[in-house]
């Protein structure tokens, strides 16, 4: 299987981006699937996840009220909307899917079935 990110870049205190990530070799309803990120310096953290069954999402407290998970299911597909994006969202945003399930366990995950390669996400004035 793979993951494949796009939809990072550059973007202002305030602004907003959209990253995508495609799934393609594996069963997109056989696992949940989320972001991870990690900035230089700082341990990786769990950000949103969503279950492919049910549509149940969790995020971390750190994006809560301004990220948004979302999927579409015939695309093998996850974005995360990112809206009022602070200097403290600057990080490599990675996607990941597991088979646990979506919540703060799956937010807490250490090692996933499949992980992708990365986005840079950078905000700066």
């Known amino acids: 299987g793979q993951l494949v990110e796009s939809g990072g870049g550059l973007v202002r205190p305030g602004g907003s981006l959209t990253l995508s990530c495609a799934a393609s070799?594996?069963?997109?309803?056989?696992?949940?699937i989320g972001w991870f990120r990690q900035a230089p310096g700082k341990e990786r953290e769990g950000v949103s996840c969503i279950s492919t069954r049910d549509d149940r999402t969790s995020y971390a407290d750190s994006v809560k009220g301004r990220f948004t998970i979302s999927k579409d299911n015939d695309k093998s597909t996850v974005y995360l909307q990112m809206d009022g994006l602070n200097s403290g969202d600057t990080a490599v945003y990675y996607c990941a899917v597991d088979r646990v399930s979506c919540g703060r366990n799956w937010l807490l995950l250490i090692k996933t079935d499949y992980w992708g390669q990365g986005t840079q996400v950078t905000v700066s004035s």
């Open positions: 070799g594996l069963t997109f309803g056989d696992y949940n």
